[in-house]
C-alpha cells in the first residue's frame, strides 16, 4: 500500500504545478452548484479517465496513439462548445436543448434542471472531457509510475496508482472548488457578478482549449513555477526501497569516478538530425546523452543549455545526443516527436527510443538524465532533473581537456 499511498500524495501537490491550470476554468464553472452532484462527477470522471487512457498508453501500440489522437479532438471540440455556451448564453440554450436530453448538457442549468439530475451526467461527461486532455507534470513519483508502465505494460497495479494520483489531485480540486464557492456567494451580492464571472470563465476556458489543441500547454509553463514539488515527491520515495543504482563506481580518475560505459544504440533506431551513430563513431569525442521527451515541463526547461553547449563546443569534439524516451502514448508517433524537435529548434542528434532499450541500458529512473561520456567511451559524471548547469558545463570542458582538446573554450553559458 505505500506507492498507493506516495501516489495520491504526488496527485495532491499538483495544485502547486503550472500543469494545473487548464483544468481550473472548467472546475469553477461548477462554482455555486451542488457539489454532490455536479462537482464530484465532474472530479471522478476527470481522475477516472486519466486512469484509463494513462493504463492505455502503457500497451504502447499505434492503435492507443489513433485512439488518444481522436479522444483529443472530440474533447476539444466538446471543451470548446462548452466554453462557446458560457460565453452566450443563447447559444447555451440552443446547445443544451438536445444534449441534456443525451445527459451531455455542456451549459449550467437552472436549479429545476439540477433536481432532475440532469447536471450529474453533464459534470461527469466534462471531467471525462478534461481527463482526456490533461497530461500532469511527471515528477519523480508519476515519473516511476509510468516508467513501470511502460516497462512491464499494463497491469491492474498501474491502472490502481494512476487512479490514486488522479484521486489526489481531484482532492485539491476540491479543495480550490469549495474555497472558490465561498468567493461565488460573496460575489452574489453585487450585481451582475454571476454574468461577467460566467463569461470571464468562458474565456478562460476557450483560452485553455486553445492552448492545448495547439500543443502549447507544456511549453507555455515551462517557465513558470508555482512550487518546488519535485523536492517533496524525491522526499517522500525515500519512503520506499531504492532501486539498484544504474552504473557501478570504479576508482576515481581525476576529479570524475568512472561509472560504467557507454552502451551500444539500438541498431535499428530511428535517428532525427543526423545517419545512426555507433560507439565506434564517437570513439574519442566527449558524448552528453540527455534522455528526455517533448511533453515534460523539466525536460524543456534544460533544452536551452542543451543547445548552447551543443553549439558552443561542437568544434571541439563535444556531442549532444539527444534520446526521446516517451512518457505518454501520443509521444511515441514519429510525426509527433519531428514536428517537436523542429518546433524546439534542436540540431543535434536525436534518436528514437520507444522500446525503452537505451532507457533499460542505462538503468535509467528520471526524465530528464544527463550522462557524461569521456573520450574512451567511459561514463564520467551523471545529473538528473534540472539545475546544476554550471556544474555540467564545466565537466564538459574537464572531459575535453582529458580527450586532448586545445584551446576549450572558458567561461559558462547563460541561455
Excluded at 461527461?125 to 515528477?139: E, H, M, R, T, Y
Excluded at 476540491?174 to 461565488?184: D, I, K, N, W
Excluded at 476556458?205 to 523536492?231: I, K, M, P
Excluded at 532501486?243 to 552502451?263: C, E, H, K, N, Y
Amino acid at each position: 500500500m505505500v506507492l498507493p499511498l506516495l501516489a495520491y500524495l504526488a496527485g495532491l501537490l499538483t495544485i502547486l504545478s503550472p500543469c494545473i491550470l487548464p483544468v481550473l476554468p472548467f472546475l469553477f464553472t461548477r462554482v455555486g452548484h451542488s457539489f454532490r452532484r455536479s462537482a464530484l462527477p465532474l472530479l471522478a470522471g476527470m481522475a477516472l479517465t486519466f486512469a484509463a487512457t494513462g493504463s492505455l498508453a502503457a500497451l504502447g501500440g499505434g492503435w492507443v496513439v489513433q485512439a488518444h489522437r481522436w479522444g483529443r479532438m472530440a474533447a476539444l471540440a466538446a471543451l470548446g462548445l462548452f466554453g462557446l455556451a458560457l460565453l452566450w448564453p443563447a447559444l447555451a440554450d440552443v446547445l443544451s436543448q438536445p444534449l441534456v436530453q443525451l445527459g451531455a448538457g455542456l451549459s449550467r442549468r437552472s436549479d429545476r434542471a439540477q433536481q432532475r439530475g440532469e447536471t450529474v451526467g453533464a459534470s461527469a461527461l466534462l471531467g471525462v472531457a478534461v481527463g482526456l486532455l490533461w497530461a500532469p507534470c511527471a515528477g519523480p513519483i508519476l515519473g516511476l509510475i509510468l516508467t513501470g508502465a511502460a516497462l512491464r505494460g499494463g497491469s491492474p497495479d498501474t491502472a490502481l496508482l494512476l487512479l490514486a494520483y488522479g484521486l489526489g489531485a481531484a482532492t485539491s480540486l476540491a479543495v480550490a472548488l469549495l474555497a472558490g464557492g465561498r468567493l461565488a456567494v460573496a460575489l452574489k451580492f453585487t450585481r451582475g457578478a454571476g454574468l461577467w464571472m460566467r463569461r470571464g470563465l468562458g474565456a478562460a476556458a476557450l483560452a485553455a482549449v486553445g492552448v492545448s489543441a495547439l500543443g502549447l500547454e507544456q511549453a507555455s509553463f515551462a517557465g513558470w513555477t508555482l512550487a518546488d514539488t519535485n523536492r517533496l515527491e524525491q522526499a517522500l520515495l525515500t519512503r520506499i526501497p531504492a532501486a539498484d543504482p544504474g552504473v557501478a563506481s570504479a576508482p576515481a580518475i581525476s576529479r570524475l569516478p568512472v561509472q560504467g560505459t557507454l552502451p551500444p544504440f539500438p541498431k535499428r533506431a530511428t535517428w532525427l538530425n543526423s545517419p545512426p551513430l555507433s560507439r565506434d563513431q564517437l570513439w574519442g569525442k566527449v558524448v552528453l546523452v540527455d534522455i528526455w521527451t517533448y511533453s515534460c515541463i523539466n525536460c524543456l526547461r534544460t533544452l536551452p543549455h542543451l543547445r548552447a553547449w551543443a553549439s558552443k563546443y561542437k568544434d571541439h569534439g563535444l556531442v549532444v545526443i539527444g534520446v526521446h524516451t516517451p512518457e505518454f502514448a501520443f509521444e511515441r508517433d514519429l510525426g509527433n516527436v519531428r514536428a517537436a524537435v523542429r518546433r524546439l529548434g534542436l540540431t543535434y542528434p536525436v534518436v528514437i527510443d520507444n522500446d525503452f532499450a537505451i532507457w533499460k541500458s542505462f538503468r535509467n529512473t528520471y526524465w530528464p538524465s544527463f550522462y557524461f561520456i569521456d573520450g574512451q567511451g567511459r561514463i564520467r559524471h551523471t545529473h538528473f532533473g534540472e539545475g546544476a548547469y554550471d556544474t555540467s558545463e564545466r565537466t564538459i570542458q574537464e572531459l575535453l581537456r582529458e580527450a586532448g582538446q586545445k584551446d576549450v573554450p572558458t567561461g559558462l553559458v547563460r541561455p
